[in-house]
């Protein structure tokens, strides 16, 4: 399905004029469903949207603004999600004892490295 926003001009404090651009969206039928179901979503009033008498291009305009927003708060939210994720692994810290890791804190690592290449240098 394809949802335009036809180029057009909105007032936004009622002075301020701010012209819609035409975008083109792909999606299932379902999420398009669910889209227009959604009415929890309100628009902020920064961003321009068309009059609600405008019905056509007000209906359009808001599910663009949804999908935006829809998708800066997946991208927000992922490495929280992310980190969740991990920490309902059935991992324990026991699982991980004498594997040798490495500290996790502070750059020993590093400098443990250069060691084993000087020694490496003199020896041969």
């Known amino acids: 399905m ?7 001009e909105s007032t936004v404090d009622g002075d301020k004029k701010e012209e819609l651009v035409r975008v083109s969206v792909r999606m299932s039928r379902a999420m398009y469903v669910k889209l227009v179901n959604q009415k929890s979503f309100e628009a902020p009033k920064c961003y321009p949207i068309p ?3 405008d019905s056509s291009l007000y209906v ?3 599910l663009v603004l949804c999908i935006l927003f829809s998708y800066f708060r997946e991208m ?3 490495p929280v999600s992310r ?5 309902l692994l ?11 890791l490495l500290p996790s804190d502070d750059d020993a690592w590093l400098y443990d490295e250069e060691d084993k290449s ?3 240098m003199f020896r041969v």
């Open 51 to 53: 009059p609600k008498t």
């Open 118 to 120: 000087k020694l490496a």
């Open 83 to 87: 980190i969740d994720e991990i920490l």
């Open 2 to 8: 394809e949802t335009f926003l036809k180029g057009t």
């Open 90 to 100: 059935p991992n324990s810290s026991v699982e991980f004892k004498g594997l040798g």
């Open 60 to 62: 359009e305009a808001l």
């Open 76 to 78: 927000m939210n992922g």
